[in-house]
Structure formats: C-alpha cells, structure tokens
C-alpha cells in the first residue's frame, strides 16, 4: 500500500464517526483531504444530512466549498462535535506536531474548541518522543522583527540542539500563513524535554503567536499501517 493509500484509509475510518446533524472541524493536509472528501460523498448521497463544516484553512474552506459541504465559522459555532485532522508527528500519548502544512493556528482554534478531535496518520507519523525527528516544529510568528523572534527561540531550545529557520515559500519569499503571519520552522536535534514547559516557555515569547506541538489535545488517533488500523484513544 502506498502512503497515499494509507492515509485514505486513516481518513476513512475518522469519517465512520460522522453523524448527521454535526458541525465539524475540517482538517488540513494531504491525509485531511480524503476527510472532507470522503465527508463530501456521503452528504452527495444523501447518507449524511444536515453537516455544518469549519474549516482550518483556506484551502480546505475551497475544498469543501467545491464539494458543497455547508460551511461556517468558530464565531457561529463556538462548540464543535468532532474534528478530523491529520498530524505530523504523534507519540505515545497521542501528543501531536502539527503545522508543517502551515495552518496550525486555525487548526489548534478549531481542534481546542472540539469535544472530540480524532487525528489521522499513516505509520510513518508515530514517534518515540516529539521534535526528536530531526523534522521541523513549526511556530508561526508576527512578520515583525522576526530574526529577533528566531534567536529567543533558537535560544529557548539551545539544550535540544535547536536551529530556528524562517519558512520560505516555493519562490525563496517567506511563506505567509492564511493570517499574515510567518512561520519559523524548529529543528531540534535532541528530544524535548517536558513538553508543557517547553510549549509555555515558546508561548511566552511575545512576537510568537502558537506552535504546532497539540499537546493533550487528540482523543482518538486513528494509524492506518501495512498490517491495518490501530485505533487509540485518550
Ligand atoms: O500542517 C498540518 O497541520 C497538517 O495537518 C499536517 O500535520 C499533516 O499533513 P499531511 O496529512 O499532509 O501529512
């Protein structure tokens, strides 16, 4: 099976959690995607009514729009049933990293307002421990002064061998997130420590606005592998 693959059939599974009548947080990335597909066939065939979609992106707001799911905001619906969504990197107690996509601002609005939010990933995502992988931990950041920013973190995070690089986009431009902000992508090379101090230490910077560690935040995360699915839960 291929990843792609995998991760449709990660997907599929979330969406069995689906019933009539919920609003939902819409997800984004590349496992997300077949989420709100999947999401948008069932109401098409009438085996799902009355759905109400937030999305955490613009580009899953466009997604869904083409494929008639009814969408709305976090200012219409504070309370959201279920939110699907994929991750970057999940550990053990179902900790996530999120963001490498570039949306993990709206994401952790909409997933922190969910009474549950399950998360969906092929195998490739589970990790021991978080940032350890030598990919990045996203923090979206104001524009202003952002080199300053970088350093604090880098700085913050010395012990875990961190190095801080501005996000750029296909052009060698900042990449700029759906809210005008940049993101400053973390490569650590040891693991974090307590995760807690660490995302309280970052949040305290003050031209950072969130991170993309979704600590505690995950009910169910839902591994589609080689030898099938693992569902875990909270
Ligand atoms: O950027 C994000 O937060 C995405 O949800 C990411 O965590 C997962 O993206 P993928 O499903 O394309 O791997």
């Known amino acids: 099976l291929t990843q792609d693959e995998l991760k449709k059939i990660a997907a599929y599974k979330a969406v069995e959690f689906v019933e009539s009548g ?21 109401l098409r065939q009438g085996k799902l009514t009355n759905i109400v979609g937030i999305p955490t992106s613009k ?23 279920l939110a699907i969504d994929g991750a970057d990197e999940v550990d053990p107690h179902l900790n ?29 995502k589970l990790v021991k421990h978080l940032g350890g992988s ?6 979206e950041v104001v524009p202003f002064c952002w080199k300053f920013t970088a350093n604090k973190l880098q700085n ?12 750029n986009d296909c052009e060698g431009k900042p990449f700029v997130t759906d ?26 910077i003050a031209g950072v606005v969130e991170h993309g560690m ?3 935040m995950a009910t169910t ?11 875990k839960n909270k």
Do not use: W
């Not at 990293?97 to 990933?121: D, N, Y």
């Not at 913050?156 to 996000?167: D, H, P, T, W, Y």
């Open 179 to 204: 809210n005008g902000n940049f993101i400053i992508d973390l490569y650590l090379k040891e693991e974090l420590g307590d995760l807690q101090i660490a995302s309280d230490a970052i949040l305290r």
């Open 134 to 139: 030598g990919l990045a931990l996203p923090v």
């Open 59 to 81: 580009k899953t707001q466009e997604q869904a729009l083409s494929l008639g799911i009814p969408l709305s905001d976090l200012d219409s619906h504070p309370a959201i049933d």
């Open 214 to 216: 979704f600590l505690d």
């Open 22 to 42: 919920m609003v939902l947080g819409l997800g984004t990335g590349s496992t997300a995607k077949h989420a709100v597909d999947r999401i948008g066939d069932l």
């Open 156 to 167: 913050l995070l010395e012990r875990s061998g961190c190095v801080a690089k501005l996000r």
């Open 96 to 124: 996530l990293v999120k963001g490498r996509g570039g949306s993990l601002l709206r994401e952790k609005m909409v997933e922190g307002a969910c009474k549950k939010f399950v998360c969906i990933v092929d195998e490739s």
């Open 221 to 231: 995360v839902i591994v589609a592998g080689e030898l099938g699915i693992t569902i």
